[in-house]
């Protein structure tokens, strides 16, 4: 029997947990999941026979490396930061990784020692970055197996709350990881227009918000996300004029956090006593109060905007505007916000939330110019069986699967650009009602 060792049990894990259970019986597999939280574990596998549960400090070195011995394939749905100490275990003991995260910096600096191991890590593996690769480059394929010269790529995704839970001033639940929804954005934005590279920092990120008619679902605001270019080279798009990936937002969220950015609210370096401190003085404390004026009249006058404006809405919502005491000791700016995002939109148990994906392609071929439309909407069930956690877990239980049934050759630290990854992914995934919808312009 094949052992898969799962790190992380937060909201993306539910779906992934459940395909593998599912498929356990008949894959002859079994499956640890480890995380600090036991009653989370539990919560999430049930009584099955095919798991064993594994409450853990990750720190906790010898811990973690038994756990990774024992096993044939690890999977990471730690928080971003995390993965490199499983990755160097993974590569001292032998064993393949995949996770839903971005390759960064440490992990690149071991791509020579995982190649010349022949083993597997395979990073990008959920939604975005993940379904957006697989997709993307199946479409890009397909063009230019056609002759398609192509000239602009775009690409859209952003994790929404359903129109049917859309119920406060943000227009936004928490369906994911708080601390990546705080910290979103925060390194600016660079991609390539019509030939000339762009560059966004973060305090004018959300201002510059632009809007995308989405299909069944009207307009939303997108911001450029990340590093656009480093993906030209990976998708082998070099040289085309236009190259952008974005994220998909409500127009309410993109604006409402624009002012927390100029508040100064999403600030990570910087630690502030909260145990006496209101959640006014913490939201004011770049201000100048003018003491004959209302909390609101205060921050509006700072924003130039109306003391009955939607922001203040916002902000109202957040409780912002009110004398409680945060009380939540020594913690960031940023850190503090993830408190309050995570208690004020937090996802109630019937909300469901929402995946919009949504690639334009402009290509040429035999002289005609033509702009290809590719979507896709993905709807959660409930606050725990998420649209999130499916596209970010099912993708990875699936590539769990092709490895060991031994249908997956490749080797070194990839993303899922190849076809003979996202073909069999993609297939699958539509059994779960995760497909596109394609039109032509």
């Given at each position: ?168 001033p943000w227009q936004y639940k928490i369906s994911w990881n708080a601390r990546n929804v705080v910290m979103a954005g925060s390194s600016g934005a660079v991609y390539k227009e019509k030939g000339k590279v762009k560059e966004t920092d973060y305090v004018h990120l959300f201002d510059q918000s ?63 006593q909260t145990d006496n401190l209101t959640y006014y003085q913490w939201a004011s404390q770049h201000l100048k109060p003018v003491k004959d004026l209302s909390n609101e009249e205060n921050i509006a006058n700072f924003l130039g905007i109306s003391a009955k404006s939607k922001i203040i809405r ?128």
């Amino acid at each position: 029997m094949k052992n898969i060792l799962l790190f992380g049990a937060g909201k993306s894990a539910t779906c992934l947990i459940d395909y593998l259970l599912v498929n356990a019986p008949r894959q002859k597999w079994h499956v640890t999941v480890a995380d600090h939280d036991l009653m989370l574990i539990k919560s999430k596998t049930g009584k099955s026979y095919y798991v064993t549960p594994a409450a853990i400090n990750i720190q906790d070195e010898a811990a973690r490396q038994q756990l990774i011995q024992e096993t044939d394939l690890v999977i990471s749905l730690l928080p971003p930061t995390l993965h490199i100490i499983v990755a160097k275990d993974c590569l001292k003991f032998g064993k393949n990784l995949l996770t839903a995260s971005y390759i960064d910096p440490e992990i690149k600096a071991l791509e020579k020692e995982i190649e010349d191991a022949g083993l597997l890590f395979m990073y990008e593996m959920g939604l975005d970055p993940g379904i957006d690769h697989m997709s993307a480059m199946k479409l890009i394929h397909s063009i230019e197996k056609k002759g398609g010269q192509i000239s602009s790529f775009k690409s859209y995704c952003g994790g929404l709350i359903s129109p049917e839970s859309n119920d406060n001033p943000w227009q936004y639940k928490i369906s994911w990881n708080a601390r990546n929804v705080v910290m979103a954005g925060s390194s600016g934005a660079v991609y390539k227009e019509k030939g000339k590279v762009k560059e966004t920092d973060y305090v004018h990120l959300f201002d510059q918000s632009k809007t995308i008619q989405i299909p069944t679902l009207g307009k939303l605001a997108w911001y450029p996300n990340r590093d656009s270019l480093a993906y030209m080279k990976a998708y082998k798009l070099d040289d085309i004029p236009t190259f952008m990936r974005a994220t998909l937002r409500y127009p309410d969220f993109c604006e409402g956090w624009s002012t927390l950015v100029k508040l100064g609210l999403t600030d990570d370096s910087t630690k502030v006593q909260t145990d006496n401190l209101t959640y006014y003085q913490w939201a004011s404390q770049h201000l100048k109060p003018v003491k004959d004026l209302s909390n609101e009249e205060n921050i509006a006058n700072f924003l130039g905007i109306s003391a009955k404006s939607k922001i203040i809405r916002q902000l109202k919502f957040l409780g912002l505007l009110n004398g409680e005491t945060i009380h939540q000791g020594e913690l960031t700016n940023a850190g503090v916000l993830q408190h309050i995002v995570e208690s004020k939109l937090a996802m109630e148990p019937t909300d469901k939330d929402m995946i919009v994906m949504i690639h334009e392609i402009e290509f040429e071929r035999r002289g005609i110019t033509t702009r290809l439309h590719s979507y896709m909407i993905v709807q959660g069930e409930d606050h725990l069986r998420t649209a999130m956690a499916k596209t970010v877990g099912l993708p990875l239980g699936i590539m769990a699967k092709m490895i060991l049934q031994g249908k997956v050759t490749l080797t070194g630290l990839q993303i899922p650009v190849t076809p003979d990854i996202y073909n069999p992914v993609l297939k699958e995934l539509e059994e779960y009602n995760i497909r596109f919808e394609e039109s032509f312009e």
